[in-house]
């Protein structure tokens, strides 16, 4: 191929900065740029101060400068269909866009939406049902139905915090009335109950063009705020990758239960797809079950998944966008990854923004500090979000790479700083089992 890529990456937390950090590797790129970005991101591209849920500003840019490829980053975009205005626009049509269109982000825009499509395809997940305001009394029978605890979802996008696992009828049903009272807002308009699979949980990501696929590094993420998985939930306090338990045949029963029937299940259903597809999973007694989908990377996930892969993820990406990607693949690094999110005091509640942060002198050998929530104020690095860095680092085990992990979390310093110190200990305690 002659002519070098021109890619503009939509986002700015932490997944964006682990992918620009790999895509600026590529000997295919010719500029990347990053819309809106963080201060890490402009380490690896051009920041460029535009809102990636404005499409006609999105698309304007692209003319402008040439560009080649658009990849979106997070959720919202692909769910309120920027990839259906750049296929309807005669200017921008031409550039492939990286996420799903409308109908195939519904399988995270809409708890229902995907667990009707699993159910269709025969993809096993836990037996659930939906209901609105006007059905709250049908819901609290079938509440009854269900042996606690008992798990709630907020049908709609609710930034990975719309789900809450309660031990008693009374909670789920005071929480069942919170739902309904708009504690998510519309997103919970619609609330989806389902039945608590017991297990542990594991990140898999696929890359599609729709037909053929690419499995990506597996990870596990620590969504509670507390140590030992207390405390309510957030984005996603650390995460390790690969998983001790994600043998050869637990992957191969994933590959075969969940995603085979999935990319045949968007072929049949006719909904078109290319981009990523985060499989959430449950781990049930070695049986893979379906908790959700979501329809782009996983963050901090991605922050442990772009370390392991040592080919070209947009030579991948190309050709996912030209249909070819069974022409494709990967080669994954054998070393385990580790992520510790470093977070605002008061995350995932009300936490003060604009902490002036002093970062570590040196970063240790196969480690990365990508900025998640950071910004410039008056030429000073601040806090900008509840998650501020991700403290990524590559070893030859779980110990040594969180070793790194948190020597560079230990370094970072902010007002009310804090992070989670056992990430990794129970996959420790699985391998030494």
């Not at 900065?17 to 295919?28: D, G, R, T, V, Y």
């Not at 049903?173 to 949980?201: P, R, T």
Request: glycine share 10%.
């Amino acid at each position: 191929m002659d002519k070098k890529l021109n890619v503009l990456l939509l986002g700015s937390g932490g997944r964006e900065h682990a992918l620009a950090w790999k895509i600026s590797q590529s000997p295919l790129l010719e500029q990347l740029f990053i819309a809106p970005g963080n201060p890490g991101t402009g380490y690896h591209g051009q920041n460029v101060a535009i809102n990636p849920l404005n499409f006609d500003e999105v698309k304007s840019f692209c003319v402008q400068n040439a560009i080649d490829m658009v990849i979106v980053g997070p959720e919202e975009p692909l769910v309120q269909g920027i990839h259906d205005s750049f296929l309807s626009d005669s200017n921008v049509k031409h550039i492939p866009v990286i996420g799903p269109q409308k109908l195939g982000a519904m399988l995270e825009g809409s708890k229902d939406f995907a667990k009707e499509f699993m159910f269709r395809h025969g993809i096993p997940t836990a037996q659930y049902k939906t209901f609105t305001a006007e059905q709250f009394n049908q819901a609290k029978d079938f509440l009854k139905t269900l042996n606690p605890p008992y798990v709630l979802k907020a049908d709609g996008l609710a930034a990975g915090k719309g789900v809450v696992i309660v031990p008693s009828y009374d909670e789920a049903c005071a929480n069942l009335q919170e739902f309904f009272a708009g504690k998510f807002g519309a997103a919970s308009q619609k609330v989806v109950i389902e039945e608590f699979l017991s297990g542990i949980e594991l990140s898999v990501f696929v890359l599609t063009d729709g037909h053929s696929y690419i499995i990506l590094p597996e990870a596990k993420d620590y969504k509670r705020i507390g140590e030992g998985d207390t405390g309510p939930n957030t984005g996603g306090m650390g995460a390790v990758s690969p998983v001790p338990f994600a043998n050869q045949d637990f992957m191969k029963r994933v590959e075969e239960r969940i995603v085979k029937p999935t990319i045949n299940g968007l072929r049949n259903d006719a909904i078109p797809y290319k981009g990523f597809i985060f499989i959430g999973l449950m781990n049930v007694n070695g049986d893979p079950y379906v908790i959700e989908y979501n329809v782009r990377m996983g963050d901090p996930e991605t922050e442990v998944v772009m370390p392991r892969i040592k080919s070209d993820l947009l030579a991948a990406l190309l050709a996912c966008s030209q249909n070819r990607l069974s022409e494709a693949s990967i080669e994954v690094d054998s070393q385990t990854a580790t992520t510790v999110i470093v977070v605002s005091g008061g995350y995932p509640n009300s936490y003060e923004k604009g902490k002036e942060i002093a970062t570590p002198a040196s970063i240790p050998s196969n480690a990365i500090l990508f900025h998640a929530g950071t910004s410039i104020s008056n030429g000073k690095l601040v806090t900008a979000g509840g998650r501020v860095f991700a403290c990524s680092a590559l070893g030859n085990s779980i110990d040594q790479a969180l070793e790194k992990s948190y020597t560079l979390a230990k370094a970072i310093k902010f007002d009310k700083l804090y992070y989670r110190n056992d990430i990794g200990n129970d996959l420790k305690k699985l391998q030494n089992q």
